[in-house]
């Protein structure tokens, strides 16, 4: 059986940690991501729950982070509207929901997410980048999750 991650309330998501003194530089970039309607280019073929657009801040909403987000939305045009993140919100486009990591944490995705090629057409990158996942899984650098491979059938050794 193939779980529905999206139906369970999660969203496939990148962990940065990122120093509070940086955070507004990573939200200016952040803002980059998407075109001036508030879409990102390499979202097209992915819909559903588990592709929102989530970030995970400390305190979430109410933190002086998810402000400084917003401020890098506004000088770029208000490219993005915020909502607090409850977990099962919609893949609503130009939004992105401003999750609370103490109730919503991050827990490690599959190892077959790990170090894949750019999701738009014909942005393949070098093996040897392809190929780090494997490398880091059997040198224990890379944590498996726990999480199984879905439809693909790849598993960590595979990799």
């Not at 409850?86 to 944490?105: E, I, L």
């Not at 995705?109 to 090629?117: A, I, L, P, S």
Request: overall charge negative; aromatic content about 10%.
């Amino acid at each position: 059986m193939v779980s529905d991650y999206g139906s369970l309330g999660h969203a496939e998501v990148v962990r940065l940690n990122i120093p509070s003194s940086s955070f507004r530089a990573f939200a200016e970039e952040y803002m980059k991501l998407f075109d001036k309607e508030g879409n990102r280019p390499d979202q097209f073929g992915d819909r559903g729950l588990e592709y929102r657009n989530v970030v995970g801040i400390p305190g979430g909403t109410q933190s002086t982070l998810a402000k400084e987000l917003v401020a890098a939305s506004l000088a770029q045009g208000d490219r993005l509207d915020f909502a607090k993140g409850k977990g099962g919100d919609p893949d609503a486009r130009a939004t992105a929901f401003v999750m609370d990591t103490a109730s919503h944490p991050f827990y490690l995705g599959e190892v077959y997410h790990q170090f894949h090629d750019g999701f738009n057409w014909g942005e393949d990158y070098p093996r040897e980048y392809n190929g780090l996942a494997g490398k880091l899984v059997k040198s224990k650098l890379l944590a498996d999750g726990g999480c199984p491979n879905g439809m693909l059938g790849v598993g960590i050794a595979g990799l």
